[in-house]
């Protein structure tokens, strides 16, 4: 089938340019680390965490999350240099199908993400979090859809935008109050009625909730199959939206 | 191979809180023969992109239809684009590749399965002289490899056209050189090749037919013999003593193929005439019968400058 080939072309051409420099993978998840290894003790107290495994549960989906966010939404500023390059003109010149295109670089996106999870994962298992592996293998599915999402809203941004002085601070407005408004650091069950009703409308928020829900081996609960399925809902959206950026003219 | 009908593009541009409407090409009628090289001869700004661009599907064109290799560029630009290929004029490949990575991927772009994408990049290499550096970063090439690999890019496909956009802007007299036989090669394996450029001398001595873009329009096509004739034929120069010169041109104004002659001050003739080749035998033929000896005797052919001059009142030099 076509579409499959020509996604697969364009991932296996972007997994290749990525494993030639695979430095930005770390790069990408110093940070995190950083927090998981130096904020997070100071949650158990702040929590009312009976244990330090216990607060881990409830910090580190959050904090992938937020990884998945980030990660995805800055994706853009390759494309642009991709852009510049001629590369993008030269590949819209040809029949690959424009979806392929998009997909196949939201995949490496996707695939370099999930190897951070993991890499946040593991190292949250040393300081004593425990998930199920059935679980920890949905959470990452959940975060999988959002780093699609936000890479394919991030490189449709960028086709439209065209370069990284407008895309910087875009991205940077967009992520902010997403962030805050998610409860992704903190649970949003100490905040106030009215900061409580305006996270109901972030779809980020339910896929906090519903991370959260499976880390804590809920898998039951409400919040997993609405997270997901408002994050799947989303990243359609999105990747349908972007992929039209693709075929439409750029410059 | 290619006919344009009125194709037109204008682009909204915002400067402050004005928007701006650029006519960047007003109506082009073209048509490429299959097999030849075609330039598309211009200054900057004349809408030579814009044009290329429209038909290799890459922007829309705001009105006007366009035939390419036997597909319509509106009702089906997915054929347009499996038998194209398109050079642009900024450059195309990624730093971090190597030239035939770039080449296997793009002809596997194309649908082209991974062992013959393989051979054909190899080839391609050979046949472009890229063999050596062929596993190299592109960000190491000069100017002229990398511009190499880009045409190799652009015809991994064989497709039946080729845009080339100003495939020698950058290049030293000698990789120009090089790169019009290899355009020229192109055109002898049966490839329709169309450049575009703003040098006169590239436009003239590799085209085989050329259109002359100005400010969206195109205002002359043809060969670029055939453009220059139409300026005023060619300009016989015969250096004479003075003493000799009302004689010589009483010899010479009856002939049927001078169109126009004057008489320098300084002694001499300037003979207007249609084909200088054939005329001066006839001038040396026709002075020798009348017992002159002539000093000198020079052809001056109108350039595609002296064309341009005429259709838009500007010199493309000084544009
Ligand atoms: N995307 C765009 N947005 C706005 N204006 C544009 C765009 N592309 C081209 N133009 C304008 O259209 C006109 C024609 O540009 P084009 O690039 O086709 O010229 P060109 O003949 O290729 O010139 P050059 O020899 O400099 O490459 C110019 O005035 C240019 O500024
Ligand atoms: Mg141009």
Same mark, same amino acid.
């Given at each position: 089938?076509?579409?499959?080939?020509?996604?697969?072309?364009?991932?296996? #051409?972007?997994?290749? =340019? !990525?494993? %030639?420099?695979?430095?930005? /993978?770390?790069?990408?998840?110093? $940070?995190? @680390?950083?927090?998981?290894?130096?904020?997070?003790?100071?949650?158990?107290?702040?929590?009312?965490?009976?244990?330090?495994?216990?607060?881990?549960?409830?910090?580190?989906?959050?904090?992938?999350?937020?990884?998945?966010?980030?990660?995805?939404?800055?994706?853009?500023?390759?494309?642009?240099?991709?852009?510049?390059?001629?590369?993008?003109?030269?590949?819209?010149?040809?029949?690959?199908? #424009?979806?392929?295109? =998009? !997909?196949? %670089?939201?995949?490496?996106? /996707?695939?370099?993400?999930?190897? $951070?999870? @993991?890499i946040i994962t593991l190292l949250a298992l040393l300081f004593d979090l425990r998930v199920f592996i059935g679980d920890l293998l949905l959470a990452y599915l959940m975060l999988a859809l959002i780093a699609l999402m936000t890479s394919a809203v991030s490189y449709?941004?960028?086709?439209?935008?065209?370069?990284?002085?407008?895309?910087?601070?875009?991205?940077?407005?967009?992520?902010?109050?997403?962030?805050?408004?998610?409860?992704?650091?903190?649970? !949003?069950?100490?905040?106030?009625?009215?900061?409580?009703?305006?996270?109901?409308?972030?779809?980020?928020?339910?896929?906090?909730?519903?991370?959260?829900?499976?880390?804590?081996?809920?898998l039951g609960s409400d919040k997993v199959w609405q997270g997901l399925t408002i994050t799947a809902v989303l990243a359609a959206l999105g990747v349908f939206w972007a992929a039209r950026q693709f075929a439409r003219s750029v410059r | 191979m290619i006919e344009t009908?009125?194709?037109?593009?204008?682009?909204?541009?915002?400067?402050?809180?004005?928007?701006?409407?650029?006519?960047?090409?007003?109506?082009?009628?073209?048509?490429?023969?299959?097999?030849?090289?075609?330039?598309?001869?211009?200054?900057?700004?004349?809408?030579?992109?814009?044009?290329?661009?429209?038909?290799?599907?890459?922007?829309?064109?705001?009105?006007?239809?366009?035939?390419?290799?036997?597909?319509?560029?509106?009702?089906?630009?997915?054929?347009?684009?499996?038998?194209?290929?398109?050079?642009?004029?900024?450059?195309?490949?990624?730093?971090?590749?190597?030239?035939?990575?770039?080449?296997?991927?793009?002809?596997?772009?194309?649908?082209?399965?991974?062992?013959?994408?393989?051979?054909?990049?190899?080839?391609?290499?050979?046949?472009?002289?890229?063999?050596?550096?062929?596993?190299?970063?592109?960000?190491?090439?000069?100017?002229?490899?990398?511009?190499?690999?880009?045409?190799?890019?652009?015809?991994?496909?064989?497709?039946?056209?080729?845009?080339?956009?100003?495939?020698?802007?950058?290049?030293?007299?000698?990789?120009?050189?090089?790169?019009?036989?290899?355009?020229?090669?192109?055109?002898?394996?049966?490839?329709?090749?169309?450049?575009?450029?703003?040098?006169?001398?590239?436009?003239?001595?590799?085209?085989?037919?050329?259109?002359?873009?100005?400010?969206?329009?195109?205002?002359?096509?043809?060969?670029?013999?055939?453009?220059?004739?139409?300026?005023?034929?060619?300009?016989?120069?015969?250096?004479?003593?003075?003493?000799?010169?009302?004689?010589?041109?009483?010899?010479?104004?009856?002939?049927?193929?001078?169109?126009?002659?004057?008489?320098?001050?300084?002694?001499?003739?300037?003979?207007?005439?249609?084909?200088?080749?054939?005329?001066?035998?006839?001038?040396?033929?026709?002075?020798?019968?009348?017992?002159?000896?002539?000093?000198?005797?020079?052809?001056?052919?109108?350039?595609?400058?002296?064309?341009?001059?005429?259709?838009?009142?500007?010199?493309?030099?000084?544009?």
């Amino acid at each position: 089938m076509k579409f499959a080939r020509d996604t697969w072309l364009i991932f296996q #051409r972007q997994i290749q =340019l !990525l494993l %030639r420099n695979p430095v930005w /993978v770390f790069v990408g998840v110093f $940070q995190p @680390v950083m927090y998981l290894l130096l904020f997070a003790p100071l949650l158990k107290p702040a929590l009312n965490a009976p244990t330090q495994a216990a607060a881990y549960k409830i910090f580190v989906p959050g904090l992938l999350v937020l990884l998945a966010i980030f990660g995805g939404l800055f994706q853009g500023f390759g494309l642009i240099a991709e852009l510049r390059a001629g590369v993008i003109e030269r590949s819209r010149v040809t029949p690959i199908s #424009r979806l392929a295109l =998009l !997909l196949g %670089r939201s995949l490496r996106d /996707v695939v370099s993400l999930i190897v $951070q999870a @993991v890499i946040i994962t593991l190292l949250a298992l040393l300081f004593d979090l425990r998930v199920f592996i059935g679980d920890l293998l949905l959470a990452y599915l959940m975060l999988a859809l959002i780093a699609l999402m936000t890479s394919a809203v991030s490189y449709g941004v960028a086709l439209k935008v065209k370069s990284e002085d407008a895309l910087a601070p875009l991205m940077n407005t967009v992520a902010q109050p997403v962030l805050l408004l998610s409860g992704i650091l903190l649970p !949003l069950t100490f905040a106030p009625g009215w900061l409580q009703g305006i996270a109901d409308w972030n779809p980020f928020s339910w896929a906090v909730d519903g991370t959260r829900a499976l880390f804590a081996g809920d898998l039951g609960s409400d919040k997993v199959w609405q997270g997901l399925t408002i994050t799947a809902v989303l990243a359609a959206l999105g990747v349908f939206w972007a992929a039209r950026q693709f075929a439409r003219s750029v410059r | 191979m290619i006919e344009t009908r009125g194709l037109r593009k204008s682009f909204r541009s915002r400067a402050g809180r004005e928007t701006k409407t650029v006519d960047a090409v007003r109506g082009v009628n073209l048509q490429v023969a299959e097999g030849e090289i075609f330039g598309f001869l211009g200054p900057n700004g004349a809408g030579k992109t814009t044009t290329l661009r429209m038909l290799a599907t890459l922007i829309e064109p705001d009105g006007g239809e366009a035939t390419i290799a036997g597909a319509d560029l509106r009702k089906d630009p997915a054929e347009v684009r499996r038998r194209i290929g398109y050079v642009p004029q900024g450059g195309s490949t990624w730093d971090e590749s190597t030239a035939r990575e770039e080449l296997v991927l793009h002809a596997r772009m194309y649908g082209i399965g991974k062992a013959d994408a393989q051979q054909r990049a190899a080839r391609a290499l050979a046949a472009f002289q890229l063999t050596e550096y062929a596993d190299r970063k592109c960000k190491t090439y000069s100017g002229g490899q990398r511009r190499r690999v880009e045409i190799a890019l652009g015809i991994i496909h064989e497709p039946k056209i080729v845009f080339l956009d100003e495939p020698t802007t950058g290049l030293d007299p000698q990789s120009r050189a090089h790169m019009w036989d290899e355009i020229r090669r192109l055109r002898n394996d049966g490839m329709t090749v169309f450049i575009t450029t703003h040098y006169l001398d590239e436009a003239d001595a590799l085209c085989d037919r050329i259109a002359i873009m100005d400010n969206g329009e195109v205002v002359a096509e043809g060969t670029p013999a055939e453009l220059k004739r139409e300026i005023s034929g060619d300009v016989v120069l015969v250096g004479l003593d003075l003493a000799a010169t009302p004689q010589a041109a009483q010899a010479l104004d009856g002939e049927a193929y001078v169109n126009k002659l004057e008489t320098a001050d300084e002694g001499g003739l300037r003979l207007y005439v249609d084909e200088g080749a054939t005329a001066i035998p006839q001038v040396l033929r026709r002075l020798d019968h009348a017992g002159l000896e002539l000093r000198s005797i020079e052809l001056h052919r109108p350039s595609l400058d002296d064309v341009f001059l005429t259709k838009t009142g500007r010199s493309l030099r000084e544009s």
